[in-house]
């Protein structure tokens, strides 16, 4: 039974939770930053070989492992991610009641400085699959800036529901609601003296 409204996916938070650690850790093969070669390369994110060199067996849960469809896209979640993460050079971020970084809020505070930047978060909006949406995303996090943060993790997470028979429209629902309530709040506070967006 899918999750409602109200209730998280759990299968997702797995994602978003061993996402996260993965990009936290420096320690280990499961270490996300020591296979940055392994991400860069021009491999599918759904390549079973990926997922072997990334220790993703860490995303079954003790006592319960997953199935192998849900495995299957779970891993694949993590694994176009993290290569989006490793091939942009951008920063890892979780989100926290002080600062959303999830992508939508993100984008919407760079749209500001990068031009271009809303019109292709915009395109990106009318992708329905995880291949569409992996090639809307390249080019937009390969212009921001250096001070650019994201929640990776999250990221994953949304990849996970997005390959779902509903999920797509929920996930591209909920960047457009971050981005737009984002850009309602920093429309109303002055760009800084330098020009650039407040670090996300």
């Known amino acids: 039974m899918s999750p409602g409204p109200d209730q998280p996916d759990q299968v997702a938070e797995r994602v978003r939770s061993v996402a996260h650690t993965m990009l936290s850790s420096k ?7 020591r296979n940055r070669a392994a991400l860069r390369r021009d491999l599918p994110p759904d390549e079973p070989g990926l997922w072997m060199a990334l220790d993703l067996y860490r995303l079954h849960p003790d006592g319960a492992p997953l199935d192998a469809p849900t495995f299957a ?39 500001r ?8 978060f915009t395109r990106l909006l009318k992708s329905s699959t995880l291949d569409e949406v992996r090639a809307g995303l390249r080019p937009l996090l390969h212009r921001a800036p250096a001070d ?53």
């Open 113 to 120: 400085f990068v031009p271009g930047a809303e019109e292709g």
């Open 148 to 200: 650019f943060r994201l929640d990776v993790s999250a990221l994953a997470a949304d990849f996970y529901v997005l390959q779902s028979p509903a999920g797509s429209r929920a996930v591209r629902q909920r960047w457009a609601h971050g981005f737009t309530e984002t850009l309602a709040r920093s429309r109303r506070t002055p760009a800084s003296a330098h020009g650039k967006a407040d670090p996300s």
């Open 73 to 111: 896209r779970a891993a694949t979640a993590v694994a176009a991610a993290a290569q989006l993460w490793a091939r942009a050079g951008i920063t890892h971020r979780a989100t926290s009641p002080d600062r959303d970084t999830t992508l939508g809020a993100a984008l919407a505070r760079i749209s």
């Open 27 to 33: 320690q280990g093969r499961w270490s996300l930053p």
